[in-house]
């Protein structure tokens, strides 16, 4: 119904580096790291990060409960509405 916003990629990864890889660094890459990541899901990487923010469960996961199972971070505290607002920011960019 609505056309994806398109941003040039430099934008996008810009972004990243200043809004989302702070939260996964701070929240995520504790469980989420190579060689034997949490859920078999590496945040190691721009690329895993981005593809499971647009097509994984993180936005869902985040945004559960913090007794309901699958709350994320596991072992964290919820995320603020303005880092879980980045994130799905960054879900809605796209680069040609």
Do not use: W
């Amino acid at each position: 119904m609505f056309p994806e916003l398109s941003y040039d990629c430099s934008q996008l990864t810009e972004y990243y580096s200043e809004n989302i890889q702070p939260i996964i660094e701070s929240n995520c890459i504790g469980c989420h790291q190579n060689p034997s990541p949490a859920g078999n899901v590496s945040f190691d990487s721009y690329e895993s990060v981005a593809m499971n923010i647009k097509y994984g469960s993180i936005l869902e996961r985040i945004q559960r409960e913090v007794n309901e199972t699958g709350f994320m971070p596991k072992y964290g505290s919820p995320l603020s509405q303005g880092d879980i607002l980045k994130i799905t920011t960054f879900r809605d960019m796209s680069c040609p």
